[in-house]
């Protein structure tokens, strides 16, 4: 079976049809990515896929046929969507972007457990990329006051939309600069998810991140301690800092915070059970 108009087939076919051309592919979850893609197509929710007897529509086999091939080129899922799932908001993502992924969601829940007691919370996110961690905060936590900060127009550009698609009130305020440069003020909480794979690293990721992913928003080295250095100038005293880093990482981190004057340093593991993020305390 082949994805054409002149052909009537159902959903599920379609499935088992796609997922056969994406493993052909190497794409690492053909049968979830091909179950993504046929129930955006049809408008259908993915459980809905293994009932529905509605028949794929010439056009819509079309319109599958163009995404698949993207798919086999192994570009990113997020991308070809254009709009990936983040907490509780749904995202606009494309190549100006990396695509915010579930450890982030981590530290999005470790910034909340430290705000939770404060009334209005001034926020600062240090890479702002799609928007993911300053919206999610301010989604989240209603008075929370944020500053965010990327050194790529094209990202802010995208960030722009999607503030105003996330309805926070005018409470997320973008900047433009290098990590703090062009802040100001002192902050409850900085926050980060800096680029940390190296060089050498790089060259062994998978296709969706080479080939898609902007290379800015991914290769850097001692960029979380950079951070975690400009912030202490900023953070109020009892203020947080909390940032994500690569796997096996995080001990190196915790230490070089502890070495700037961070107390109560941190280490959370992803769900994966890896510790993925660290963050410390500043000042008494």
Not at 47 to 59: E, I, K, N, Q
Not at 263 to 279: H, I, K, S, Y
Request: charged residues 30%; aromatic residues 4%; contains cysteine.
């Amino acid at each position: 079976m082949t994805l054409c108009s002149e052909q009537i087939v159902m959903p599920l076919d379609t499935v088992h049809e796609i997922e056969g051309k994406l493993r052909a592919a190497g794409v690492p979850s053909p049968r979830v990515d091909a179950e993504i893609l046929v129930a955006d197509v049809l408008g259908l929710a993915r459980s809905d896929l293994y009932s529905s007897r509605r028949h794929v529509s010439g056009f819509e086999a079309e319109r599958l046929s163009e995404l698949v091939q993207r798919r086999r080129r192994r570009e990113p899922l997020a991308y070809i969507l254009g709009e990936w799932g983040f907490r509780r908001l749904l995202l606009k993502v494309d190549d100006r972007v990396l695509i915010p992924r579930p450890e982030t969601e981590v530290v999005v829940e470790r910034c909340l457990v430290f705000l939770e007691g404060l009334a209005e919370p001034r926020v600062l996110d240090i890479g702002v990329g799609s928007g993911a961690i300053a919206l999610a905060i301010a989604d989240e936590h209603e008075g929370a006051r944020v500053v965010a900060v990327d050194s790529s127009e094209r990202a802010l550009s995208l960030a722009r939309e999607n503030k105003a698609r996330a309805g926070v009130n005018g409470r997320v305020r973008l900047v433009e600069g290098d990590l703090t440069s062009g802040v100001e003020g002192s902050f409850d909480l900085v926050v980060s998810n800096p680029p940390y794979v190296s060089p050498g690293e790089y060259k062994t990721l998978e296709p969706e991140i080479r080939l898609y992913e902007p290379y800015e928003a991914v290769v850097g080295v001692g960029v979380g301690a950079k951070v975690a250095t400009e912030a202490r100038s900023l953070l109020r005293p009892g203020g947080r800092i909390v940032l994500e880093c690569g796997d096996g990482q995080s001990a190196e981190l915790a230490a070089a915070l502890r070495s700037l004057g961070y107390a109560d340093v941190l280490e959370t593991p992803d769900l994966a059970g890896r510790d993925r993020v660290v963050e410390g305390r500043w000042g008494s």
